[in-house]
């Protein structure tokens, strides 16, 4: 088996970052959610005409973990206005960083985690933050490990749904 290559998407990978985009989360959240709000979400947020547009925006980053010539897991960053939030302009978000199942426990997540870090540095953010579901125990659990810690909540909004996230963030020096 080849190496995971983490490689920066362009505009050409649109679908690719599609496909893997509503695999990863159809997978981590159709058991705990309706179909209703399931099909609302992933056709509104995986929308070809909405991912070209985050793709072409200079504030975003995309990243796909490659194995073997498949896509199987990707990473999105948002600097500076871009971000989902109004955090600080020199904050970096992690907005997605999504792994299919079957390569869960396989360092995946922990590679594109790490090419986050490179971007944080790169860009001399001076935190790194992230939203993540109250529920979503495995990346609670994951982001914990890598030192962040909660600062506040926000409201998810899933088709029809208010979830909670976490807001979760780690201060860089």
Same mark, same amino acid.
């Given at each position: 088996?080849?190496?995971?290559?983490?490689?920066?998407?362009?505009?050409?990978?649109?679908?690719?970052?599609?496909?893997?985009?509503?695999?990863?989360?159809?997978?981590?959240?159709?058991? &705990?959610?309706? #179909?209703?709000?399931? =099909? +609302?979400?992933?056709?509104?947020?995986?929308?070809?005409?909405?991912? /070209? !547009? *985050?793709?072409?925006?200079?504030?975003?980053?995309?990243?796909?973990?490659?194995?073997?010539?498949?896509?199987?897991?990707?990473?999105?960053?948002?600097?500076?206005?871009?971000?989902?939030?109004?955090?600080?302009?020199?904050?970096?978000?992690?907005?997605?960083?999504? &792994?299919?199942? #079957?390569?869960?426990? =396989? +360092?995946?997540?922990?590679?594109?985690?790490?090419?986050?870090?490179? /971007? !944080? *540095?790169?860009?001399?953010?001076?935190?790194?933050?992230?939203?993540?579901?109250?529920?979503?125990?495995?990346?609670?659990?994951?982001?914990?490990?890598?030192?962040?810690?909660?600062?506040?909540?926000?409201?998810?909004?899933?088709?029809?749904?208010?979830?909670?996230?976490?807001?979760?963030?780690?201060?860089?020096?």
């Amino acid at each position: 088996m080849n190496p995971l290559k983490i490689t920066k998407a362009t505009i050409d990978d649109v679908l690719k970052i599609q496909l893997i985009g509503k695999q990863t989360f159809e997978e981590t959240f159709s058991d &705990v959610n309706s #179909e209703e709000n399931m =099909k +609302k979400y992933l056709e509104e947020s995986f929308a070809t005409s909405k991912l /070209i !547009a *985050e793709l072409n925006n200079s504030s975003s980053y995309f990243y796909l973990a490659v194995l073997d010539e498949k896509v199987v897991g990707y990473l999105k960053l948002n600097t500076a206005n871009a971000q989902t939030e109004k955090e600080d302009l020199n904050a970096l978000e992690i907005e997605r960083i999504y &792994v299919a199942k #079957e390569f869960h426990g =396989k +360092k995946v997540a922990q590679a594109l985690y790490t090419q986050a870090e490179i /971007i !944080a *540095e790169e860009i001399k953010a001076t935190y790194m933050w992230l939203g993540v579901w109250e529920k979503n125990f495995r990346a609670v659990s994951f982001y914990t490990k890598n030192g962040f810690v909660q600062f506040d909540t926000h409201i998810f909004r899933l088709g029809n749904d208010e979830q909670t996230d976490l807001m979760m963030k780690k201060v860089l020096l």
